[in-house]
């Protein structure tokens, strides 16, 4: 069955702390990568997306994310992160038109 | 520029009850998505329309959802006889292409629905 599994559910750090979100998936065949973003009051926004060539891929806001197939993994990682990065973030795969959304993992970043 | 627009954004309704939640996508999207989010989780897939059409309607979860896109723009999601289950945010999201061709889902705020 397709699935994406996010295994921490809520995360706090400090601003300048580093960042990595983990994300596993299980899915048949070639598969699209996303991280959406969810920040406070408001709606649903890409962050970032692979769909094929450097595993590494930089979205906006200083984000990046590695694809790695063996591990059926494609991380969120941020070197620095910062106040504004407070949020709700959600992996998702598909590659087709039906994204396949994990729970979400949320993000808490004090001063 | 206008993004996704959903109305209303709340509906509170009873146990049996019909509703309707509206999507007005960004102009001159193709694609349109309506997703499910319950408290706690991720977007649930429901349908997604190229233009007019249901290409993939496999993540209703009953034949109490329905949704139409008649004139490619706006979409309908229609719900029939609610239950207290059918109680979550109902997104929709647009994008020029399909996600499939590498084109992000634009999103809407949702429509929170409670069925008391």
């Known amino acids: 069955a397709q699935s994406v599994s996010q295994h921490n559910h809520h995360v706090i750090l400090s601003e300048a702390a580093s960042l990595e979100l983990g994300c596993n998936y299980s899915?048949?065949?070639?598969?699209?990568l996303f991280w959406y973003v969810q920040y406070p009051g408001q709606h649903l926004q890409l962050l970032l997306k692979?769909?094929?060539?450097?595993?590494l891929v930089k979205g906006i806001k200083g984000f990046e994310a590695e694809f790695i197939k063996s591990k059926f993994s494609f991380n969120l990682r941020k070197p620095s992160v910062q106040w504004s990065d407070t949020a709700e973030y959600f992996c998702?795969?598909?590659?087709?038109?039906?994204?396949?959304f994990g729970t979400g993992t949320r993000l808490q970043v004090f001063p | 520029g206008a993004g996704v627009s959903q109305t209303p954004s709340n509906k509170v309704t009873e146990k049996g009850k019909y509703v309707e939640l509206r999507c007005d996508p960004i102009?001159?999207?193709?694609?349109l998505y309506w997703y499910r989010q319950s408290l706690g989780q991720g977007p649930e897939f429901l349908i997604y329309?190229?233009?007019?059409?249901?290409?993939?309607d496999s993540g209703l979860p009953n034949d109490r959802f329905f949704a139409v896109r008649p004139e490619g723009s706006v979409s309908t999601l229609k719900i029939q006889r609610t239950e207290r289950g059918d109680s979550a945010v109902y997104l929709c999201?647009?994008?020029?292409?399909?996600?499939?061709?590498?084109?992000?889902?634009?999103f809407g705020n949702g429509t929170r629905l409670t069925v008391t």
């Open positions: 692979y769909f094929s060539g450097d595993p």
């Open positions: 999201a647009s994008s020029r292409s399909g996600a499939g061709e590498g084109a992000p889902l634009h």
């Open positions: 329309f190229q233009g007019t059409g249901a290409a993939d």
């Open positions: 899915y048949g065949g070639t598969v699209n």
């Open positions: 102009s001159g999207h193709t694609a």
């Open positions: 998702a795969v598909g590659n087709t038109d039906k994204l396949i």
